[in-house]
């Protein structure tokens, strides 16, 4: 049994110097979806991502999580069931420690210190960081820090997870672990990225957006299959399903 | 222009911690009243911004040597006086700690030099007044030069003073003041132009910050301020001057300083070498007849020959040369062994 | 010193901080306020005083052994540092001249005595800092200043500082490789490229901090940064700082090395 998790009606959004980014965006995210969203630069997708934990305000349109409508004072409460991890991990890892990072949520929540513990404990198991524990930050790795990041955001049980590149700047084995990481995770899911293949991997449904409104909406396999869509969209086709010539610039 | 541990006494150092301390405290309480929660990261990563930028160099015009960015007033225009006196202690306080840059006894003294003085006095009394609402690029420049200047006249004058009054240097007020004084006049100008030019960089890209910044940083506060700083001034100087009076009763060369100011005590008159040659400078730099700070053990053995402190005879001095050599010996004998047994264990 | 030097100093001072020894197990409360009796002590000394100072190098000594950290590490950066102290106190021996005997037969002017003191109390005193950092890591001083009374947003600043310390140190030095890459000789490291590049830099520190608060805010923020950690004082804490205590008090007050001397030539007849 599905029901409503997310939900744009119609949602508009200029910035104060007058840029339209959102020109009446709409779609519904039910219940233990995993959901793409796709688009050129510039399009909107950092925009939409924004509105999704109301960091962002809708000029006009409405956002509804769950039964909660966004607005200026229901954004803690959204905030606690949309978990965003955005695409910088040293952005998100702002304490002193990885432990002090994961816990900083769930504190934040008001949970007594035993349990915040096993929050902690149990997000860091779950992204394989817990002997990362107390670690600052800056001496992590590259994919340690897109690992304990996502760990800072499900601490917090969330409804919903929502993503942006996050295997931007990885190396393959990181990138790797983040898409094995995220399809073990049972929460619902958006990812926002250029990395179609990892799309592919990880959202059964894919959405493309490009001038601030949504062009295409259905099953991630079909979209991005659509060449033509996806060359409009400054797109190319996922590079697993590019057939590549034999013999064409490959090494002997 | 950092003050060193060994230069100080503890009484001038506890005093300026104290008057330090006092200060975090009081910015600390000013700041969480009007705080806008959006400057607490802001103000933790320009500290890092201020220590990275310090590690950058420039060639100065004209001179071959090079500069180096201070930071404090750029940051109580940004940020207020309050945040930027707090932002700067803690860049100091991380200097202090990863480039042992002083000491931590001289932290306090130099978070009062670098911060106060630029923060709560050039800032409020010279920057903002001449600064105005700030749209003019000239007055920006005119107010970054002489708050620069003023800042760090200020706080290299406070080192002068700091040294002496702990009395562990023989240097002569007059001939110090010449050394510093001037330096600091072309580090402050150029710490003056520097401001100026990332004032005008910042508000030609994004105004909003420094607008921003200038409707929170309320002038009223600048005029108690004042008073409150006056206070703490006075305070140190005069608690400095009173433990140290209160110190001269022990051998350690204060009373020679507190004495000097009453113009007690004279040198023996020494006629050649260097020593006459520096005397002349300092004759010519004190600005007050008879005023400097000279060598108090000279003065009440100035008649004896031989040695010119308390209870030094050559039988003690052999045993405690003997036995600091054994001691140091010891010391770093122990420091050796650790290693080498710890070397051992984990080979 | 250059960037790069620069940065890799404090790198390698910040993992060694991360270590585990006996002397980094020590709660950090008790190593600062050790470290601060020991400056106060060790300035405490007269102008002349020189031997007398010398039993205090077993607490660096001591520090630097049990807590596993380099001597040479720590001895080089002393001298680095060292400038503003012997620029000024090398005018001691100028300005006072008066002649003392330091052994039978040997005398030497007043001045390179108190020189003396000034260079012996520097290496005590800076040495005793850099080991403060040394074994006990940023964070946790940070802690230990919380629990002994400075402001918390004060604390949190410092948290902060020492968070983006290395990001910030990065991003300047790619700039700065950048500048000097295209610049050859002086000419490009002049004023107004340094003004931009430090302009440049502050405007992206200040996107940063934004992208950090929205982070923050998504994560629940409220205005107070919360903190979790009750870490008690254990008596082994205690006594470090008793005993390190009592061995200041007892080398201020006692000529420990003037009473070895004296035994030693008593012993040797």
């Not at chain 2, 100008?189 to 520097?194: D, L, N, Q, R, T």
């Not at chain 3, 979790?228 to 006692?254: K, Q, T």
Request: hydrophobic share 50%; net charge positive; charged share 15%.
């Amino acid at each position: 049994m599905s029901h409503h998790l997310l939900e744009f009606r119609d949602v508009r959004f200029r910035y104060p110097d007058g840029t339209e980014a959102l020109k009446g965006v709409s779609f519904l995210i039910t219940h233990g979806e995993s959901v793409g969203i796709v688009g050129a630069n510039g399009a909107g997708k950092s925009t939409l991502l924004l509105h999704m934990n109301g960091h962002l305000l809708p000029t006009s349109g409405g956002v509804t999580v769950g039964d909660v409508p966004l607005r200026k004072e229901t954004r803690p409460e959204i905030r606690r069931k949309v978990g965003v991890v955005f695409q910088n991990p040293d952005d998100q890892l702002f304490m002193p420690t990885v432990f002090d990072d994961v816990a900083f949520g769930p504190l934040n929540l008001g949970l007594p210190p035993d349990r915040v513990r096993e929050r902690v404990h149990a997000a860091l198991r779950q992204v394989g960081a817990l002997t990362l524990a107390d670690k600052p930050p800056h001496h992590l790795s590259g994919g340690e820090k897109s690992a304990v990041a996502i760990a800072t955001v499900i601490a917090m049980q969330p409804d919903i997870l929502v993503m942006d590149e996050p295997a931007s700047s990885l190396d393959p084995k990181a990138r790797r672990a983040v898409i094995g990481l995220l399809n073990s995770f049972a929460h619902s899911k958006i990812v926002a990225s250029h990395d179609l293949d990892l799309i592919l991997d990880v959202c059964a449904r894919c959405l493309v957006i490009r001038d601030g409104a949504i062009v295409a909406d259905g099953p991630a396999a079909e979209i991005l299959s659509d060449a033509t869509l996806l060359a409009e969209n400054n797109l190319e086709l996922p590079l697993t399903l590019q057939g590549r010539p034999a013999g064409e610039g490959t090494r002997r | 222009m950092h003050m060193a541990d060994a230069l100080l006494s503890p009484a001038v150092g506890v005093t300026f911690w104290a008057g330090t301390i006092g200060t975090i405290g009081y910015a600390s309480k000013k700041l969480k009243e009007h705080l806008d929660d959006r400057k607490i990261p802001l103000m933790g990563v320009l500290g890092a911004f201020i220590f990275a930028s310090q590690m950058i160099n420039f060639s100065i015009p004209g001179t071959g040597s090079s500069g180096h960015l201070g930071g404090g007033m750029i940051l109580a225009v940004l940020l207020g006086p309050h945040a930027a006196f707090l932002v700067m202690a803690s860049v100091l306080t991380v200097q202090a700690l990863f480039f042992a840059d002083g000491g931590l006894l001289a932290l306090g003294c130099n978070i009062w030099n670098l911060g106060i003085y630029p923060c709560f006095v050039a800032y409020p009394l010279i920057y903002k007044p001449l600064a105005g609402d700030g749209r003019s690029a000239q007055r920006i420049l005119v107010a970054s030069l002489a708050s620069g200047i003023v800042g760090l006249q200020m706080g290299a004058f406070s080192v002068v003073l700091q040294t002496l009054l702990s009395g562990k240097t023989a240097l002569p007020f007059g001939t110090f003041l010449l050394m510093m004084q001037p330096i600091h006049l072309a580090i402050g100008i150029v710490e003056g132009f520097v401001t100026a030019g990332v004032i005008h960089y910042v508000r030609a890209a994004r105004p909003e910050i420094l607008d921003s910044s200038a409707s929170t940083a309320p002038l009223a506060a600048g005029i108690s301020l004042r008073n409150v700083l006056i206070g703490f001034v006075a305070l140190a100087i005069v608690t400095g001057g009173a433990l140290s009076w209160f110190a001269s009763a022990h051998p350690d060369g204060l009373e020679g300083s507190i004495a000097k100011v009453t113009g007690k005590r004279e040198l023996p008159e020494q006629e050649h070498g260097i020593p006459a040659a520096l005397k002349s400078v300092q004759e010519k730099t004190a600005f007050l007849p008879g005023y400097g700070f000279k060598p108090p053990a000279n003065e009440p053995k100035a008649k004896k020959e031989a040695p010119s402190w308390p209870a030094v005879d050559a039988g003690t001095s052999l045993s405690g040369l003997i036995g600091g050599v054994l001691v140091l010996a010891v010391a770093f004998g122990i420091g050796w062994l650790i290693r080498a047994f710890r070397g051992k264990n984990t080979a | 010193m250059s960037f790069e030097a620069a940065y890799s100093g404090i790198g390698r001072l910040d993992r060694l901080s991360y270590r585990d020894t006996v002397v980094h197990r020590l709660d950090p409360r008790a190593k600062v306020v050790a470290t601060l009796l020991f400056v106060v002590v060790v300035v405490s000394f007269p102008k002349y005083e020189v031997l007398s100072l010398f039993p205090f190098f077993l607490f660096p000594v001591l520090m630097a052994a049990l807590g596993d950290i380099p001597a040479g590490f720590i001895a080089k950066k002393v001298v680095v540092v060292s400038p503003f102290a012997v620029f000024v106190g090398i005018f001691n021996p100028l300005f006072d001249p008066s002649t003392v005997a330091i052994a039978p037969g040997v005398s030497v002017s007043a001045g390179w005595v108190s020189f003396a003191s000034i260079l012996v109390k520097f290496a005590l005193t800076i040495s005793a800092a850099l080991l403060l950092i040394a074994t006990t890591s940023f964070p946790g001083i940070c802690r230990g200043l919380r629990r002994l009374g400075l402001p918390a947003l004060f604390v949190s600043q410092l948290l902060f500082l020492y968070r983006y310390l290395f990001v910030l140190m990065e991003e300047a030095m790619r700039v700065v490789r950048a500048r000097d890459m295209r610049s050859f000789g002086k000419r490009g490291a002049g004023v107004r490229v340094f003004v931009r590049i430090v302009g440049t830099l502050f405007l992206r520190t200040v996107e940063r901090a934004e992208r950090i608060y929205g982070a923050m805010l998504a994560r629940g923020f409220r205005g107070d940064v919360p903190s979790m950690r009750r870490e008690a004082l254990r008596p082994s804490d205690a006594f470090f700082v008793l005993a390190a205590g009592c061995f200041f008090a007892l080398c201020r007050f006692v000529p420990v090395p003037q009473m070895i001397g004296r035994l030693v030539r008593e012993l040797a007849g």
